[in-house]
């Protein structure tokens, strides 16, 4: 069929239209023949009534007339019926015939077979339409049974020309096809107008649903009848909202989804099960390390070479089971432990589609475990030596009483000296341990200088005795912060103890602050004390850690004085940092607000 509905429509029509003009032509081609087949059997039939009532019987058989008689009149009648006219005696013999010459007639075939004559011969009248085997044409034929009292004398038969007939028939069938040609052109233009009307509305849905189909969901059917196109563009137009309203739903589901997996802590990736990547989440890349370019439906053997995860990814596609596991992996000198959950997902028809891979980078869970045994057993270390020497004083006080009291009070000084060190780290670890729980600061103006000369203050016997000198440098004598005073406050103690304990005598401490904005100064305090090799510099600030633990320890330090300033400045916003060489001194800044 053709591509436009508009040409099936006329195509359609005109089918239609020809099947019914060849039923009506041939229904009217037959109903006019055998009406003037009965027109021209009664006028014939009319006729040789006539002749038999103008003419006596005698006339046609009188045995005593000559033949040029009956010749004369033969030919006479056929001027009056205009037919061709035989006389047929009672045994078939043709006596004389209008239409053959007198001499041929004793040669012509006995007649009393013919159609017409046996009907005549049975009901007294008869009649054929048939080619004749004397004239080779084709002739309308009527004859009657002349009768003499019972006695048949012979028959009587008139003959008509069928050419008139069939040419009128043939021009019948011209006027016929005429018609019925004219009548299919009026009908294919009539179809061609008729079917534009019908298809201008089905051609403008068609338009709609085209642009509805590239997109754009706003357009709408007309509506303009209530009949079947009608109700078609208002079932459309439902359709249409539905389709807008499930695609609403489905892109905000799916707004959703891609949210949650732009913002989870976990890698995902969705395998086939061909073990092909079908989907990444961004922070895959973020865990891997790798350039979204790379992966282009790639095999997860060819992203991730660990064969146990490869093998759990396997298992769960054979065994249609959850795998887990953890995983160590490399990236240059990049080293990550990674966790993984695999489980096997499926299709609407409940078939096994693929494996769903959640991928979390526990390495800084693994860090934490890390510092939290190296914590344990420092501090098990550092509760452990002073309980240890307490331990060994009091025994050897109590199995010795005969020991010199001189020993006696050098014992009890150390065994002071001792649950002193002890109150201290506890006291630290408590004051780390508030610092890491949330708490209500108290925010309050700091006058800068007279604060920094409290402190200083503080430590002026020591810096007395080690020959330290201060300096000061304030960028505004009248500057003043925003902070926590007391926390504030063993932040400063702490640097300047630690200054002053790693700093020989006759040195040089430096207080210095810089305007880093409107709402900023830095703070450094700098020393020219035995300094700090650059590659210890991120650890010093973890618990217990010390850079020379003998030196610390005899010192009286108890390792936890730089975490509790990193975390008092965390808590302030602010971070702390070291600039420090070897031999060379070292300085400590750190952001705080200003007023």
Partial sequence: MFRKYRWNFVFVVLIVSVIGFLFLDILLYYNIKNYLFQKTFEEMRLKTNLAVQLYDASTFFNESGSKTYREEFT???????????????????????????????????????????????????????????????????????????????????????????????????????????????????AAYYFGSLVTIPITRIVDIARKISSGDLERTFPVTDRDEIGTLALILNQLTERLKNQISQISTERSKLKSILMNLDLGIIAVDSDKNILNINPEMYNILKINSDVIDHKNIAKLIRSEVLLDSVTKTLEQNSKETGEIIYFHFNDKKYLSYIITPFYSDNDKKSGALIQI????????????????????????????????????????NPEIPQDSQVRFVRRIREQTQRLEFLVADLLKLSRLEHEFQLNWQRINFLPFVNDILEDF???????????????????????????????????????????????????????????????????????????????????????????????LGGTGLGLSIVKHILERHASSIYVQSQINKGSSFFFNLKRV
């Fill in 360 to 399: 979390q980078d526990i390495t800084p869970l693994k860090q934490l475990e890390a510092i939290r045994r190296t914590f344990v057993a420092n501090a098990s270390h550092e509760l452990k030596t002073p309980l240890t020497a307490i331990v060994g004083y009091t025994e050897t006080l109590l199995d």
């Fill in 75 to 189: 030919m006479n009648l056929r001027k009056i019926v205009n037919s061709r006219v035989t006389i047929i005696d009672s045994f078939g013999v043709v006596l004389n015939d209008s239409d053959i010459p007198a001499d041929s007639i004793q040669y012509m075939e006995n007649h009393l077979h013919r159609p017409e004559v046996q009907d005549a011969l049975k009901k007294g009248w008869g009649q054929s339409y048939r080619n004749s085997p004397t004239i080779k044409r084709r002739f309308f034929y009527t004859a009657v049974c002349i009768k003499n009292d019972s006695r048949i004398l012979g028959f009587l038969r008139f003959a008509y020309y069928g050419q008139r007939f069939e040419e009128s028939l043939d021009q019948i069938v011209t006027y016929i096809l005429a018609a019925s040609v004219i009548g299919l052109i009026s009908l294919f233009f």
């Fill in 460 to 554: 002026s016997e020591q810096l007395e005795y080690k020959s330290i000198r201060v300096q000061v440098d304030l960028h505004d004598p009248n500057v003043t912060i925003w902070g926590d005073f007391e926390l504030l406050r063993s932040v400063f103690t702490n640097l300047i103890d630690n200054a002053i304990k790693y700093t020989p005598s006759d040195g040089k401490i430096f207080v210095r602050t810089h305007v880093l904005n409107e709402d900023e100064i830095r703070v450094e305090i700098k020393d020219t004390g035995i300094g700090i090799d650059p590659k210890y510099h991120e650890r010093i600030f973890q618990r217990f850690y010390r850079v020379d633990k003998a030196r610390s320890r005899a």
